[in-house]
Structures are given as C-alpha cells and as structure tokens.
C-alpha cells in the first residue's frame, strides 16, 4: 500500500491505495464519490471521466497514484455549492439530454472540457468530441442538443422537444 | 391543463440527482462487512467438467469461502418462465439451468464456480488458482447444423437441440400453401437478424445481504422488475417465502430487456449471504456482461410473400430458426413464438399467414428479449420482403404498401390479434411530407455530382404492447400474470406518494407518473412522489419491459386515482353539506355544482386524517388506494420511417443523411420524453442495421467480446432525427389512450436503413443487390456490390 494525495473538487485528500489501484477505484470506493462511473473495462466507454489538471481524462487508464498532486475534478464539483446546476448541466436538463442517467457524469465532463477548449464547436466538433462517450439511450440527439445549447448557440433548428 | 400535467414536456424530477453524481445506482451500495466475490466463468464453449481443485485458491489471501455446483445442495435451477406449446401440441424441451455448472459447461462465460473474498481484487486473483479439468467438446454453433442428425448435444438429457418447432396458426398451414401453389406472383428472401448485446451502460450489480436476527433477505440487483425477481428466485431457485425476502432495484443503468431476468448472480449473492453471514457483491465487468447478461435477436430464416395480379397480398410464409443459446432464459421462448409471430401481419390486410419457428439450442450466451422483442425481427422480414416484391412486380414501393394497408379497425388479424384502432395512411402521409419524398431526386443528383450514391427507404411497422391479459397469456404459456399495479398514498396536508409496481430505469416515470395523478387531481405535479423499485414498499408489479409501463402501469396509476377522488368527493360532500352527486372535482377544488361554494384539496385531505368532522359511520379515515389494472388487449403502436443514405461506391460505407420517424403513439403524457425514448430506440435499430453484430467463432468463442470489438453507436455515427408522433389514434381500450413508445424506433428503423442502401444500389445500376445481410458495414456493402 502507499500513500496518495491530491486534490478532489478543491478539497485536498489523502488514501491508501495498492499500486493496482484506478484513479476510479480511488474516487468510487476510498472516496466515496460514486457519481464516476465505470461502464466498461477497455477505456472505452467513457462514464468515467474527470477532470485531472483540466484536462478530461477516463479515470480508469490511470493508477490512483499517477494522479499523486494533481487537482481532480469530477461530476460532484460541477454543480454550485447551493446546488444551481452550472449552465450545461442546466443544459442537459432542459434538452433532455439523459435517460437512466450511467452515462451521464462522464457525458457532462467531456462536454465541459470542450466547451473549455472550443466554445461555440459546431455539430460536427460536438459529435466527434464525444465520440468516446458511449450513451445507450438518448441516442445522441438530445446530448448534442445540450452541449449546443450550452455553448449559447440557437437549436431550435435541430428540432426536438426542450422542457417547458 | 396545468403546466405540468398530461400533455406537458415537464422537466425531469430524476434529472438533478443523475447531473450532479447523486444517483444510487447498484454498484453504489457499499454495506457493512461486504464480502465480494468472481465468478470463474468457462473459457470454452463446451465441455465436460472432469474435475475442479480449488485448494490452492482457498489458501490465497482474503479468501473467506469457494463455491462450486456441490455446494449449492437444495438450491433449484434458474426457472423459465414461458411455456411454448409446439406445433404437435407437445411442450417445448426445458433443460435444467443451474446456477453453477453441473457436470458440463454450455457456454463461454457459463460459471463454474465463485469465489468469495474480502476484497474484490483477492477474489479475482484466487480464482486465476482454481484448476478445472475439462474435457472438450465439439460446440453447436450453426442452427441448422444443430439440428442435424448426429449433432453434439447442448443437454445430453434432451432429444436432440430443437426446443421446439412452432407453428402458427397451424391449422392455416395447407390452405397458405394452396394459396402460394396459385399465386400470380411470389417474392422470396433469405435473411438473418444479426445477433445484438443489450448492452446498457451500468453493467449488472447484485449485493445479497441477509439478516440471522430476523431470517430475512434481502437482495439488491440491477432489475427492470424486482418483484419478478423476487417471485423467482424465492419460489423455483432458493425456497425464501416473499415475506422474507425483499428485492431493490434502485436508480438501474439502462436495461433494454436485457435486465428483466432472473440471472444466477442474484441468486448466488442472496444465498452466500445467508451460507457467510456476510453482505456479498457481485459486479459485472463489462467483459463479464458480453459473456453472461442474456443476448438479442439470432434469427435465420425465410419469409415468402403471394401476390395476385394487382399487387394485393395473398399469403405470408415464414421459416425461422431462433437461437436460444445454451439455456432458457426467463422469457426467451416467448420471444420468437407469441412476440414474433402474431405480427406477422404488420400493417396489412393479408388473409392467410403461416409461421413456423423452430427454437435451437447451441453453445453460446442464452438469447432473450432486447429492445423490441420478437417484432424487429417479423417487422425486418415483412418490410424487406415488401419492398423486394414491389421491385420484382414493377411497383412503387410506397403504393404497393398503401394499396394492402389495413384501414378499418378493430381488425382481426389472421395471426390472433385484433388491433383496436390505427389510420396508417395518416402516418405515412405524413412521413413522405416531412421527408420530402418529392425533393428526392434532385437530392440524389446531388450526391451523384459529389460520387456518392443516395437511397431512399421507408419502412412500416405495428407492435404489441403492454402484452396482456392474463388469462390469455396464461393460455399462450406464460407461467406469471402480466398485470400492474400502483398505491395512491395521499398525505394528511395534500401531497402524495404513489408506489407503483413499474419500475423506471431511463423512462422518466418518475417525472411522468406525477403528471398523470397531479393532472387527474388539478395540483402541482410537484405535490406528487414516485416511488419504485422496492419490492418492500411497492405493491406486487410486473416491471417494465414490452412497452408497457404508461399503458399498463398508468392504468394502474389512474384507476387508483379514481378511487381516491370518489373518496374525496365523499368527504367534500360531506363538508359542504351537499349531495356527493352534486360535487365536481375542478383544478384542485370540490365544487357544489351551479354555486360558489367549494372545499380545496388540502382541507378535504386533513379532514380524511383528523376526522373531526367526517362522516365515520359511513366511510374510513384516511385516503390511500391501491388498484391492479390487467388490460383486456394489447397496444398497437404503429408508424412510418424514412431514411436516407449516401454509399460511398469506393469504400461502401455508409452515411445516414436523415432519418424521419411518424409515429402514432395514441396520447401523449410528456412529449419531450417521448421524443426522447424514439431518439434511443432508433439509434439502437440503425446500429443493428449497420454497426452491431455478436459474432462467435467455429469454437464458440465470442469474437466481439467488448467495446472495442463490438461497434456501439457513436455520437458521429449518427445524425440528428426528425421525429413526428401528431397522427395520434388513442387507444381504445386503456383510460389514458396511450399505446407506448419504448420501442417502436428499434423496430421500425433496421429495415428503412437496409431498403434505402439497396434503393441506393438499385438506383446506381447494380441490379443484382437485392439484399445484404445486417450490420451493413462497410466491407459487406462493398462486397455485395462486386459480388458478380
């Protein structure tokens, strides 16, 4: 065992973790923030994504310990403090961008780091950014919907229904 | 209509906590003293276990306790729960599933034996110890050749590996025959519904936890029903009365079918949890699920179509043979038989149908219900075969649909069902409106310019939802009811908690439900709670599969809410000193008829819980209703959709340019979602149509065994949709008028994409393309283009 520190939505933690251990296993099971999910065991699929320095990274291709000093952010530090969801989180509400909601913490992670690389990507950017986000439910629609939507563009021309 | 009752696009309640990593999914219960264990599952396909020595393993660090097939004494198979009658009138083969490998392994991934550890990690690797001595079989992979003589056998204590061989309506067998003797005119296709993986996002979970104190059980697993489960396993497999037994499936990952069944994890974590007295979890990796959650589709056949001089059909005959792996899995008989073939009629008016469906076991993963179920596959068939005869007959294929339609309702089928009510030409004139069927050509001279070639295929579809009653089911062979059920608690200041026997795992009921009692009742929808998905608050309920939970469990939902606003008028009656005839239920307010005089909701709730001034003699205190809805027929769901393709002719990949769904859903509760659940089922059908496929070698083993194998759509694999469901023909049977909309795009949209790349094809010169086999990938597409 060996011991790992970093900082988690701001907070600094410290852990125990086997030389094994997934930043993901780290976050799940010693942190107990259990909004990162696992969906696959390739790195495919996505549902695990988080910040690390800002940069989207799928927290199981990574060891608990390479991430040793490194500002984490995942899907419990998007919100505000009070709750008020941020504007793409917002965003996928409005736009009904989520179904069982799996997929979900990792789509919104993704969307937010492009966003932070590239604010007004057009449908093409969106869909290819995402690519490695896998969603079994909304079909992509209403996913791409939101992340437009987010970055202030008009959609009403992709039709779909938003939320009243 | 309040803003947020029936017919609203109402924010989703379940939203937030999914946004901001507030969900309890199963995987996120962690219980005190929680053991966990792996499951050593067989790397071949077939086999006879000579021997297992688990000693090494058992010395390995953390590992509290190994379990294989011998120690399980007294635990039953995993049962069936469908019976298909076979064409002879003999019941189907039934072989014995247990929960670990008894004397044999059928499959890759069938679990041989389990171990429990402290930690997930030492469970794993003391497994890696386990030394199984296996004498290997040849494995039956091919159908057909599973049914030659002299083939290996799946079960050495069955006949053969036919499970049976179905016909329907058996009786009509020799006058279709007499019927394609005579025909003018008979289109003939081969085809294969490629194997699909559900694959919903959150792998199967299952923690078992068990009480000594008060022997009581409980079981937590990823289920799109746990009081199925609950009825299952405590009954056939581990002898636990239900009042011991509590079954919760919390926020579930998608399910897709895929989650309806009972599976031998959720039995193995409830009984080791009793043998260990210790909580045990079970989670899935997605390798896992690839080789164990139950798979999709597997059908290889051929459909005949008998036309007369007109174009008008004559007779349907079908041959299929249905993969249904190595074991039954909980409704995998149903799905070919009683969900396939009486839709064979699809849209039309054919007099005479036969099907005949022989079920196959050979050694790969069991194959039950995915998306859809049965009516993708009568759908492909039927909409393939339509447009293949119109281009053989010299006829558009749109006229040659619209000319065999059904347009008077209630229709009898000659396949059993009756559909209620449906006007297809609305549906269909709609969809060539939105898809500008008329701007086609110049579309495709376009794409011609630019060396692409475009297609435009349309395909129809009908589906039977909320499959129901249960007397009629019962019948068919159906070994439980297939009613549903919902409490109405009304609290004592107003608000309300409904327990419904649905469960949502995706859906929104928990948003949708709300709107139909808050509608009902004229309050917020804000007022009202969902709760679901405890077998220990929520009345016995079948769950959510087939379509059903609007049209079923809404029903449930309603009737309760009528009782409990006959209850309350009584009250109101009361409190205003009028006659109950008199009063009138009106945006949350009893009313005395033709006056101003009325009691609002909340002070005729109080007065049901502090019954000061209350009519006791005559009525209970308290307002709570529980009712049970079993429906007197199915749904029909039916619609049109269009797509259309470009196909690269040099590499033969091809590009969805659009895709355009007129559905007819009947009523509407919540637009936005059900847009929503479309959008889902069609991105599931147009990755059958070119993306999926399970695919297995010579020797069983499963080739497309994870993400990076098995091709799941992608945001850049498809486009943005155009969904329309205003031709609405409510049902007439349910109070709501709601026909369910879970499926309809997995099973209309597998076929428009397949006629849009023949269109395309044919339309480019290369006659000889009559069909290709799903997924059309790109080497596939390439191929049948070069194949002379």
New interface residues.
């Given amino acids: 065992m060996a011991k790992v520190s970093m900082k988690i939505n701001g907070q600094v933690v410290t852990g125990e973790v ?1 030389g ?1 251990t997934l930043l993901v296993q780290f976050l ?2 010693g942190q107990g ?10 790195s ?2 996505g ?1 695990c994504v988080v910040h690390v320095d800002g940069q989207a990274v799928k927290s199981c291709t990574l060891l608990a310990l390479e991430a040793e000093g490194a500002d984490v952010r ?3 530090g ?2 505000a403090p009070d ?1 008020t ?1 941020s504007p793409l ?1 917002q965003a ?3 736009h ?1 961008g ?8 990792g789509m ?1 992670m993704s969307a937010a780091a492009l966003l932070a690389e590239n604010p007004r990507p057009t ?2 950017e ?3 950014y ?2 490695g ?13 939101a992340v437009l939507a987010a970055s202030g563009q008009d959609v009403s021309r ?7 | 209509m309040p ?2 009752g029936i017919g ?5 309640r ?12 199963t ?2 219960i ?1 219980l005190r003293g929680q053991a966990h264990v792996h499951f050593l599952r067989s790397d071949i396909a077939h086999g006879r276990i000579r021997s297992i020595d688990t000693a090494a393993a058992a010395a390995m660090p953390g590992v509290l306790r190994i379990f294989t097939a011998a120690d399980l004494a007294g635990v039953g198979g995993i049962p069936c729960g469908w019976q298909v009658t076979d064409r002879f009138g003999k019941p189907m083969q039934e072989p014995k599933h247990p929960v670990l490998a008894e004397g044999k392994v059928r499959h890759v991934g069938d679990p041989i034996a389990a171990v429990v550890a402290e930690t997930a ?1 030492q469970a794993r690797d003391a497994a890696e110890a386990i030394v199984v001595d296996i004498e290997d079989l040849p494995a039956v992979l091919d159908m057909r050749a599973a049914l030659a003589e002299g083939a290996p056998k799946v079960h050495d204590d069955l006949t053969g590996n036919l499970c049976y061989d179905w016909g329907f309506v058996e009786e009509n067998r020799e006058a279709v025959n007499a019927a394609f003797a005579t025909a003018h005119h008979v289109t003939t296709l081969d085809l294969v519904n490629n194997r699909l993986v559900a ?5 199967r979970v299952a923690v078992g936890d068990y009480d000594f104190a008060t022997d009581h059980h409980t079981l937590y697993t990823t289920s799109q029903n746990p009081h199925v489960i609950r009825l299952l396993m405590g009954a056939f497999v581990l002898g636990i009365p239900e009042h011991r037994l509590r079954v919760v499936a919390p ?4 399910g ?1 079918g895929s989650k309806i069944y009972h599976y031998a994890e959720e039995a193995f974590v409830t009984f080791a949890a009793k043998a260990l007295r210790r909580p045990v979890k079970w989670t899935a ?3 896992e699920a690839f080789i164990s959650d139950a798979q999709g589709r597997d059908h290889v056949g051929r459909i005949e179509l008998a036309l007369d001089a007109e174009g008008n059909f004559l007779a349907l005959r079908t041959e299929t043979y249905a993969n249904m792996g190595a074991y039954l899995s909980t409704f995998a008989p149903s799905i070919p038989t009683w969900l396939h073939g009486t839709l064979m009629a699809g849209n039309y008016r054919t007099p005479l149908i036969y099907v005949n469906v022989k079920a196959v076991f050979t050694n790969t993963v069991p194959v039950d219900a995915y998306r859809g179920a049965g009516r993708p596959e009568a759908t492909f068939q039927l909409e393939r075969v339509i447009d293949k005869a119109a281009r053989e007959i010299g006829m558009d294929p749109v006229e040659l649909r619209r000319r065999n339609f059904v347009t008077e309702f209630p229709y009898q089928t000659p396949v059993a069902v009756v559909y209620d009510t449906g006007d297809y030409n609305a549906t269909l004139d709609r969809l060539l409106q939105i898809a500008d069927r008329e701007g086609f050509e110049a579309r495709r001279l376009d794409s011609a310019h630019h060396g692409r070639l475009r297609g435009f295929g349309i395909a129809h579809y009908i589906e039977a939802c909320g499959i129901a009653p249960s007397n009629l089911v019962g019948q068919l062979g159906a070994r439980a009811g297939l009613y549903e059920s919902a409490t109405v608690r009304v609290n004592a200041t107003g608000s309300i908690s409904v327990f419904t026997g649905s469960h949502s ?4 009921h928990e948003t949708t439900f709300a709107q139909v009692v808050a509608d009902m009742i004229g309050i917020p929808a804000a007022q009202v709670d969902i709760v679901h998905g405890d077998t220990s608050n929520t009345p016995m309920g079948m769950g959510t599969y087939g379509s059903r939970s609007l049209a079923v469990g809404g029903s449930a939902l309603v009737k309760a809410t009528t009782k409990i606003v006959n209850k309350a008028k009584k009250i109101a009656a009361h409190l205003l000193e009028a006659a109950e005839a008199d009063i009138e239920l009106k945006d949350g307010k009893f009313a005395v008829a033709g006056t101003d005089r009325s009691v609002d909701w909340g002070a005729v709730c109080l007065a049901a819980y502090v019954p000061h001034n209350y009519p006791l003699e005559s009525l209970e205190p308290g307002l709570e209703e529980t009712a049970f809805y079993d429906p007197s027929n199915f749904t029909y769901p039916a619609g049109a959709y269009a797509c259309e393709v470009e196909v690269d002719p040099e590499t033969g990949k091809v590009t969805i340019c659009r895709f355009v769904a007129a559905d007819d859903f009947g009523n509407v509760v919540n ?3 059900v ?2 659940q479309v ?6 059908g147009i990755g059958q149509a070119l993306l999926e496929n399970c695919v297995y070698d010579g020797n069983g083993q499963l080739l497309s065994g ?3 194998d098995y091709a ?5 694999d ?1 486009p ?4 329309d469901h205003s031709c609405a023909t409510p049902c007439t049977h349910n109070p709501l008028g709601v026909k369910g909309c879970g499926e309809a ?1 997995a099973i209309g949209s597998p076929p428009a994409v397949v006629n849009a790349v023949v269109d395309a094809l044919q339309r480019a010169g290369y006659a000889h393309v009559t069909h290709i086999d799903m997924p059309l990938t790109p080497a596939r597409v390439w191929a049948a283009m070069h194949a002379n």
Avoid at chain 2, 199 to 203: I, K, Q, R, T
Avoid at chain 2, 505 to 508: A, K
């Fill in positions: 086997e094994r799940r099971e923030l259990t909004g990162t999910h696992v969906g696959c065991d390739t495919q699929c549902a995942t899907i419990e998007m919100a709750g969801l989180q996928f509400q409005d009904h989520l179904q069982c909601g799996f997929c979900t913490p919104v449908e093409t969106v869909r290819h995402l690519e986000n896998i969603c079994r439910c909304t079909g992509y629609h209403n996913i791409v919907k992709f039709g779909g229904i938003a939320a009243e | 803003k947020d609203a696009s109402s924010k989703r379940e939203d937030v906590r999914f946004l901001t990593g507030r969900g309890r999914y995987d996120d962690n990690e694959n919903p996002m959150e792998p926020d579930v990952g998608g897709f990796s997605r390798s795992h995706g859906q929104g637009p936005m979602i847009e929503g959008h889902g089922g069609l991105a599931q994870s993400f990076m799941m759509p992608r945001a850049d498809l943005f949709y155009e969904v795009g």
